[in-house]
């Protein structure tokens, strides 16, 4: 439910209704347009009718919100959201690329990756310290020393760290630790987790799920949003198909449709939705041209001794070259980011 309030309504007329409707245990958010000041109401707002919202002076009308997404969805927050973290801008016409091994293996490793991607223009470093693997026998990370060396990572590179959290057990160390907080596939509809870390206040990159509707993916985000949660990025991945030529088959679709219906960052995984390094480059491109906010690419130096998903990481050459593609991209779908070329140096 939206609430659009008269034009020229004082404050000292708008703080009973917030109150009436905050009592009731609903979700606020203003909504501040070019002519119009607005309130939306997130929660269950059935016990609300509009004669109910009506009879308050600074009301002009009520709108009932027909997405089961209320704080995710455009209807309420019309621009694009955008947010920083550690300095680096996401959403709101910044390009965010996040790059890095699929696991940590080492200092060496994961301290040479660091350095190789921040040179070719990464924003932020990924790397898996828990890793979710479809077989109990393959490798699963090194846990929470793991997330030490990426915490060495960031300190001799600077680069704000992206990894994965698996289970509410770890939820502290990374408030504590990571600077944004990954929601895997697997998790995309564990609500209680969801709940938990949208609680956090953290930023949290959320990835769609093997077999989630777009409708569902942005239900998960809702619960992260509602849990008070203020920075979401989604990341489309790769969903399960009857295809088998490419590990899963990549709806890069979902880009225009996602952002004509929430205003949250979108940004892509070329490496686990197609499963080949050979096919990373190409789709990190048509990603950018139907105008992702980012890329979540996996850089490995030595991907053939990789112990893990090797065959679909890029060595930091490959990625230093895809960067020089990316940024010729973005220049043709945002030209005015040839004027900008010294945040270009910050944001690709």
Not at 224 to 250: D, H, M, P, Q, Y
């Amino acid at each position: 439910m939206i609430i659009i309030l008269k034009n020229g309504a004082k404050q000292s007329e708008i703080e009973p209704l917030r109150n009436y409707i905050s009592k009731k245990g609903i979700i606020l958010q203003d909504i501040v347009g070019e002519t119009t000041r607005m309130i939306g109401m997130a929660g269950d707002t059935s016990g609300f009718t509009e004669d109910m919202i009506l009879r308050y002076p600074c009301v002009e009308r009520v709108m009932r919100v027909k997405e089961p997404y209320k704080l995710a969805s455009r209807s309420f927050h019309e621009a694009d959201s955008s947010f920083e973290v550690e300095g680096r801008k996401v959403g709101g016409g910044a390009f965010t690329v996040i790059a890095g091994p699929c696991s940590v293996e080492s200092e060496e490793q994961i301290v040479s990756i660091a350095k190789d991607v921040k040179n070719s223009g990464a924003s932020f470093l990924r790397g898996g310290a828990f890793k979710p693997r479809t077989s109990p026998y393959s490798f699963s990370g090194l846990g929470l020393d793991g997330l030490e060396l990426l915490k060495i990572a960031r300190e001799k590179t600077g680069l704000p760290i992206v990894t994965e959290l698996m289970s509410s057990e770890h939820l502290d160390d990374f408030i504590n630790d990571v600077d944004i907080i990954q929601i895997g596939a697997r998790n995309m509809q564990n609500f209680t987790l969801l709940r938990q870390v949208g609680e956090a206040g953290r930023p949290v990159l959320l990835k769609r799920g093997l077999s989630s509707s777009i409708d569902e993916f942005l239900m998960a985000a809702e619960y992260i949003l509602s849990g008070g949660a203020k920075e979401v990025i989604l990341c489309e991945r790769g969903i399960r198909t009857f295809e088998t030529a490419t590990r899963n088959t990549l709806d890069l679709s979902a880009v225009p449709v996602l952002k004509a219906k929430t205003h949250l960052p979108v940004i892509i995984d070329p490496s686990h939705s197609t499963g080949y390094w050979s096919l990373v480059e190409p789709m990190s491109l048509a990603a950018t041209a139907a105008g992702a906010d980012g890329l979540i690419i996996e850089v490995h130096n030595h991907p053939e001794a990789a112990l893990c998903d090797g065959e679909q990481s890029i060595t930091p050459q490959l990625f230093h070259r895809l960067m020089g593609k990316v940024r010729a991209i973005r220049e043709v779908v945002h030209p005015e980011a040839a004027d900008r070329q010294s945040e270009m140096q910050t944001t690709i």
